[in-house]
């Protein structure tokens, strides 16, 4: 079994209609999760539980508030993936976003 396969299972036709069933995007999404965490101090991720509108995503918070989202599969698959990230996962519903997100938002809202 891949490590892919490990991390992202075999939805079949769901998955691969909501983006995150192809190879490439499960890859893409892995690196880029890597990519932030590997490069930013203090990392947590927030799992966000699908919506009418949207899947399951998965938020990836550093020290200094900047951030990042992209969808998972469902909360196991977030739960996991932040695990081999190394870094803690907490519900978003029972935890709520980390106040210094909301402030880097501030600072960083265009137009300023």
């Not at 209609?17 to 690196?31: C, F």
């Not at 880029?32 to 995503?57: D, N």
């Not at 196991?76 to 519900?91: R, Y």
């Amino acid at each position: 079994m891949s490590f892919f396969s490990r991390m992202f299972g075999s939805k079949g036709g769901d998955a691969a209609a909501t983006g995150t069933g192809s190879k490439e995007a499960r890859a893409e999404t892995i690196a880029h999760f890597r990519e932030f965490v590997g490069s930013r101090q203090g990392c947590e991720a927030f799992v966000e539980p699908p919506t009418r509108v949207t899947q399951t995503t998965m938020v990836v918070v550093a020290d200094s508030g900047e951030w990042t989202r992209r969808r998972v599969p469902d909360t196991a698959t977030a739960m996991k993936l932040a695990k081999q990230l190394g870094v803690p996962a907490f519900d978003v519903n029972l935890s709520g976003y980390p106040s210094r997100m909301r402030e880097w938002n501030e600072q960083h809202r265009k137009g300023r």
